[in-house]
């Protein structure tokens, strides 16, 4: 069943079937409550995690409370992957937004398959540069982009289209954009209640959607 699930994991897609069961076997399930923390920055990098169902947050916290979210996970999706790489401790902390299911899969074994398997070696290539292409343009919208223009982006890169219009299939409060965004609450808050006013957005407890185009500004 392992091998099955990570067969559909666009990190493993392209392996073969004997490649997925070496990495079944050294796969383990963990599950995790909503707000259980499942990594923290600084800790030892022991695994690669691939996110089976339920949604994680990576982030950055600093002493007083404050967070940075740098991006949302959901299934399918892995982390944990650079880490394992330059033996260096944790970047960042990763944290369950709801009641989720992780494979686990010890440091050990997967250098091991990597030295031993390059379709294996070259999709991790290409997951860490997706990564940095990511991170790239998450800097590039803090230093260029106002609040309004970055709370657009993530409303459009994570909305996907339903006849004509794009809707976005899960729980943003106005506070986790605001940790995705750099900003306060009270200025996402105001943002989002002009664009549901102006019937850009249709807003509900686990949907957004965007009825048509944003405005370019705010």
Same mark, same amino acid.
């Given at each position: 069943?392992? #091998?099955?699930?990570?067969?559909?994991?666009?990190?493993?897609? =392209?392996?073969? @079937?004997?490649?997925? @069961? *070496?990495?079944?076997? $050294?796969?383990?399930? @963990?599950?995790?409550?909503?707000?259980?923390?499942?990594?923290?920055?600084?800790?030892?990098?022991?695994? /690669?995690y691939?996110?089976?169902?339920?949604?994680?947050k990576?982030?950055?916290?600093?002493?007083? =409370?404050k @967070?940075v979210?740098?991006?949302?996970?959901?299934?399918?999706e892995?982390f944990?992957?650079?880490a /394992?790489?330059? %033996?260096?401790?944790?970047?960042?902390?990763?944290?369950?937004? %709801?009641?989720?299911?992780?494979?686990?899969?010890?440091?050990?074994?997967?250098?091991?398959?990597?030295?031993?398997?390059?379709? /294996? #070696?070259?999709?991790?290539?290409?997951?860490l540069? $997706?990564?940095?292409?990511?991170?790239?343009?998450?800097? *590039?919208?803090?230093? /260029?982009?106002?609040?309004?223009?970055?709370?657009? %982006?993530?409303? %459009?890169?994570?909305?996907?289209?339903?006849?004509?219009?794009?809707?976005?299939?899960?729980?943003?409060t106005?506070?986790?954009?605001?940790?995705?965004?750099g900003?306060?609450?009270?200025?996402?808050?105001?943002?989002?209640?002009?664009?549901?006013?102006?019937?850009?957005?249709?807003v509900?407890?686990?949907?957004?959607?965007?009825?048509?185009?944003?405005p370019? =500004?705010w």
């Amino acid at each position: 069943m392992t #091998s099955a699930l990570l067969a559909g994991v666009p990190f493993f897609s =392209g392996l073969a @079937e004997d490649d997925l @069961e *070496q990495i079944a076997e $050294h796969a383990t399930p @963990e599950s995790f409550r909503r707000g259980a923390l499942i990594i923290s920055d600084g800790d030892p990098a022991d695994a /690669l995690y691939v996110v089976i169902n339920g949604r994680v947050k990576v982030f950055l916290g600093s002493d007083d =409370g404050k @967070e940075v979210v740098l991006t949302i996970l959901g299934p399918g999706e892995s982390f944990g992957e650079i880490a /394992l790489l330059d %033996e260096e401790p944790r970047s960042a902390s990763v944290a369950a937004m %709801e009641k989720t299911t992780v494979l686990v899969i010890r440091r050990d074994r997967f250098l091991e398959l990597l030295r031993e398997n390059s379709d /294996l #070696s070259w999709a991790m290539i290409r997951s860490l540069s $997706h990564l940095v292409r990511r991170l790239t343009g998450s800097v *590039q919208s803090l230093a /260029l982009n106002d609040v309004y223009r970055r709370i657009v %982006e993530i409303l %459009e890169q994570r909305g996907v289209f339903e006849g004509e219009v794009r809707v976005i299939n899960e729980r943003l409060t106005h506070q986790l954009l605001a940790d995705m965004v750099g900003a306060s609450r009270e200025m996402v808050s105001r943002i989002m209640s002009d664009l549901v006013k102006g019937g850009y957005l249709t807003v509900s407890r686990d949907q957004i959607r965007i009825n048509r185009r944003l405005p370019s =500004g705010w």
